[in-house]
């Protein structure tokens, strides 16, 4: 790699050759989530953290590498995975952890910030500040090695059996905490209270580590509404709450923002505003879906796949919007409420006052394949559980449709998913297991660069009751144009 692609930050698809990414491998808070406040830290169930680490994210791990850094893997495995080395190759604050700088884990980002000691000093404050910490506690932090206390600030736990915080079990979803968009990152404002930490450590991690030094000057935070705190519990709308789950680079040029559960109207409305003010995008597209758990945000509902090919929730499709399969009685009797409907503005920076509308959300992903990515090809739509009931709910619920391009046409996504699997089939992939694909690609049988159309399918029993996806898993930093 040269010299000057060991920081890029460069983002302009969704689809692009993914170079470099931002992770979090599952960490001790997340086997600290209990039942009564699983809900409350945004998780449906408690999970078994030695099953979704071991024999599920391990194999993310090693797909990731395979693909991005495959150096760090390669001829390696039966050390990594042999039991008396305890596994420490996946531990980030282990002096064996893989160290990537393509697949970058930020847990030893923030270690690596924590070294100056300063910053170390604010931070510690600002976390005491926030958890409402005893001063004596807070002292007792600044005796802390860099990479204990990276790991106390994200797990909540000094030791295996000490607690001093609440963990924030959702750092794993690292889509959420920003967004690259060409050479800008844009930092979220998280929805719910149990993901104010992860904000604030993210914050640090931006604007101080030498990984993003060269693209401070582009970093985006959206300001709160003036007087936001004197608004009334039905003024939600006008908060400014944004997670990168709602974000989507579709080109260069084109972008897309969800109003859902976790983003506001008036966030939508600052990011337009600044972004086009700073000439990031010429073209924003707002996708607002109802605002339900089920959904959550836009990437649970439809992902890219390739430049004509999304997989999507059929409840969103021209179809359905239009009721083509009812009789006129029903489509009179059965019209959905509005609150239930999806609604697709897009705005140009150059006619502002006058944006278009989608009435479907095929017919704005059909645009972008067309006339933003020029595709001569007839645009497809894989649905999620084949768009048969119930497996269509029951599949996008576990995250059918959530899926993270390595490059275009080679996605992962979960194994569980029979119906979902079936239709991607049907649109002539291969569906490859993450053993297979691993074993072909350490053998040579396969290579990363000839792969073509494929679904990787990783293990899911535990990690799909998380309530993410890989496209939630990952937040690229660099993709190759298309």
Not at 132 to 149: D, G, I, R
Not at 316 to 329: L, N
Not at 469 to 482: V, Y
């Amino acid at each position: 790699m040269a010299k000057n692609d060991l920081a890029k930050v460069h983002v302009s698809s969704e689809i692009g050759t993914l170079k470099r990414l931002l992770v979090h491998s599952p960490d001790s808070g997340l086997g600290k989530v209990v039942p009564s406040k699983a809900q409350d830290w945004l998780f449906e169930d408690i999970v078994h953290l030695e099953t979704i680490r071991r024999k599920e994210y391990d194999y993310y791990t090693k797909i990731l590498l395979y693909f991005l850094d495959p150096g760090k893997i390669r001829g390696r495995l039966h050390e990594i995975d042999d039991p008396a080395n305890r596994f420490n190759f996946y531990k980030p604050d282990h002096a064996d952890f893989y160290r990537s700088e393509n697949v970058v884990e930020l847990q030893w980002l923030l270690a690596d910030v924590l070294e100056d000691r300063e910053i170390k000093l604010k931070l510690i404050a600002s976390v005491c500040a926030l958890e409402n910490c005893s001063y004596e506690m807070q002292e007792s932090l600044v005796n802390l090695t860099p990479a204990q206390l990276a790991k106390l600030f994200i797990s909540g736990t000094n030791n295996e059996k000490e607690m001093l915080f609440p963990p924030v079990p959702n750092f794993i979803f690292t889509r959420d905490i920003g967004i690259v968009i060409n050479d800008h990152i844009l930092l979220n404002k998280p929805a719910k209270k149990a993901r104010t930490r992860e904000a604030l450590l993210i914050k640090y991690i931006f604007y101080n580590h030498p990984l993003f030094a060269h693209c401070r000057e582009n970093i985006i935070e959206l300001p709160d509404t003036s007087h936001h705190f004197l608004l009334p519990r039905d003024g939600d709308d006008k908060k400014v709450t944004l997670e990168g789950g709602d974000i989507m680079v579709v080109t260069k040029e084109h972008l897309l923002i969800g109003i859902s559960e976790r983003t506001t109207m008036e966030a939508a409305h600052q990011a337009i505003r600044i972004l086009f003010e700073k000439n990031v995008v010429k073209k924003i597209t707002v996708v607002k879906i109802p605002k339900k758990r089920d959904y959550m945000h836009i990437d649970t509902v439809f992902t890219q796949v390739k430049k004509n090919m999304w997989v999507m929730l059929g409840a969103f499709s021209k179809k359905t919007i239009k009721m083509e399969d009812a009789d006129p009685i029903e489509r009179v009797l059965d019209e959905r409420k509005k609150e239930d409907k999806i609604r697709i503005i897009q705005f140009r920076k150059k006619d502002q006052e006058n944006p278009v509308h989608f009435d479907n959300l095929e017919e704005l992903l059909a645009d972008i394949s067309k006339h933003d990515l020029k595709c001569e090809e007839k645009v497809k739509f894989i649905y999620s559980g084949n768009n048969q009931f119930p497996f269509d709910a029951r599949e996008q619920w576990t995250d059918s449709c959530n899926l993270l391009a390595l490059k275009e046409g080679v996605v992962l996504g979960y194994d569980r998913n029979d119906k979902t699997l079936e239709a991607f089939e049907a649109a002539g992939f291969k569906i490859v297991p993450a053993r297979e694909m691993i074993d072909k690609l350490e053998s040579g049988e396969w290579t990363t660069e000839t792969l073509e159309d494929t679904l990787i399918t990783m293990p899911s029993a535990e990690l799909s009751r998380a309530r993410g996806g890989f496209h939630c898993m990952s937040m690229p930093l660099w993709r190759e144009d298309i």
